[in-house]
């Protein structure tokens, strides 16, 4: 395994529960970049078509975990209310439901006075929402440990700040990898490396179209009378945590800091840019000097950047937190005097369509990607990490993983978005 933030993890814990031995390398520490630095929402509301079976079995594995670990990950299923002010946004909800009623999965729309009885003192104008009592929460700073301790529970080795420089092959096919620390031999290697993921194949020689954006999170001192669930609405999101405070962020603000990648991958997110032109921004700054100074080859008995990079730690964008505090604390008046006590920012590994890739490489047998989770992944690990160590194994995939393999980006296939998030 390389890679120890959440995918990596429940990766490791699945495989080494079936008795597969596994080694997992880290080129920091467990869950030190986006895996800690997320939302928390555990959520199957607004996810695309594609993804639906799979986060359907993912909240049902949430739903035992902390027995399953005998450790907390702060995990509640506390519903999420995807709000609406216009007709328009109702009807695309609406829409959404009847395929989670295909799925038999209690979701229903929320409309007038039931609003205020969902979540009691808002002061928003709104035309609905929907509520999906399945969806809930949990604490990004316990999950990925706490996973990874499961892991190690279960046979699997840690190694922490143990960069993989590079796959070993033979006869065509995967037989180790090089670490920082030596040779590690194995018939197959999982890459759930996240926004470093790209860097790291493209040195195997493997295409990976997947970019960086950046995303901006601050939590508050706990609040009296606050949100359960998970909110979702113009401007804001809201999340509460297990210390009665509130993570807060935009509700869709990114950042993509502009690359010598964005111009690479410039066709391929063409599509992606359109559709999520309103809520992107670009900025040209210093990333791009950073990028571009990053070696994109290496050999194994060199250090390579994973090693000069333990920790993606980008700095918060603050404007657009302020700008969704101020948001939250107009929708909920009881924030009014709550006060931010850290904010952070952390780096999402999206791609063209915004859905994972979870698939073997097929010009490199043995060689399996998990990544590109597009901001998604921390809710949907526990069913990645199940399906990826299926497909390792050969045992019978728990979802169909067609919609995930890699090749969609080069075989022809229409690359296409549908989310309503």
């Not at 395929?99 to 979540?119: A, N, P, T, W």
């Not at 065509?172 to 090089?178: I, L, P, T």
């Not at 590994?349 to 915004?354: E, K, M």
Request: charged letters at 25%; proline letters at 5%; a neutral charge.
């Amino acid at each position: 395994m390389i890679g120890g933030g959440i995918i990596g993890a429940a990766t490791a814990m699945e495989l080494a529960s079936e008795g597969v031995s596994v080694a997992l390398c880290e080129k920091g520490e467990i869950g030190c970049e986006q895996s800690s630095r997320n939302w928390g929402w555990v959520r199957l509301s607004q996810r695309d078509p594609r993804e639906i079976p799979l986060m359907i079995d993912a909240i049902k594995r949430w739903e035992g975990i902390d027995q399953r670990l005998g450790r907390k990950t702060g995990f509640v299923q506390s519903g999420l209310l995807f709000t609406a002010r216009n007709a328009r946004r109702m009807a695309a909800y609406e829409a959404f439901a009847e395929r989670l009623k295909e799925h038999q999965i209690d979701c229903r729309m929320v409309v007038g006075r039931e609003m205020d009885d969902v979540i009691p003192g808002h002061a928003m104008k709104l035309a609905g929402g929907l509520l999906t009592p399945f969806d809930g929460r949990a604490e990004p700073q316990l999950a990925a440990p706490a996973i990874a301790e499961g892991a190690r529970d279960e046979g699997a080795k840690l190694f922490t700040r143990c960069a993989v420089r590079s796959v070993e092959t033979s006869a065509g096919r995967v037989s180790g990898v090089v670490t920082e620390r030596g040779r590690i031999a194995s018939s197959s290697v999982v890459l759930a490396g996240g926004a470093w993921s790209r860097l790291f194949v493209g040195n195997a020689g493997v295409a990976l179209p997947q970019l960086k954006v950046l995303n901006s999170v601050l939590r508050t001192t706990p609040i009296a009378n606050g949100p359960e669930q998970g909110i979702w609405a113009d401007g804001f999101s809201l999340r509460k945590r297990a210390d009665g405070g509130y993570t807060v962020s935009g509700g869709s603000e990114n950042l993509h800091h502009i690359t010598p990648d964005s111009f690479r991958l410039a066709r391929q997110f063409l599509p992606a840019l359109r559709a999520e032109w309103s809520s992107m921004r670009l900025r040209l700054g210093g990333r791009w000097r950073e990028e571009a100074a990053l070696p994109r080859h290496w050999a194994g008995n060199e250090r390579s950047p994973l090693e000069q990079n333990r920790m993606l730690d980008p700095a918060p964008d603050d404007r657009s937190l302020q700008r969704a505090l101020a948001s939250a604390r107009a929708a909920f008046p009881v924030m009014a005097d709550c006060e931010v006590v850290q904010s952070w920012a952390g780096m999402i590994d999206v791609t063209p369509d915004a859905i994972p890739v979870i698939s073997e490489v097929e010009k490199l047998p043995g060689l399996f990607i998990s990544t590109g989770y597009s901001g998604h992944g921390f809710g949907i690990s526990l069913g990645a990490g199940r399906l990826t160590a299926d497909l390792v194994t050969g045992a019978t995939p728990i979802v169909d993983p067609a919609p995930f393999r890699l090749s969609r980006f080069f075989d022809g296939s229409p690359i296409t978005l549908d989310s309503g998030f």
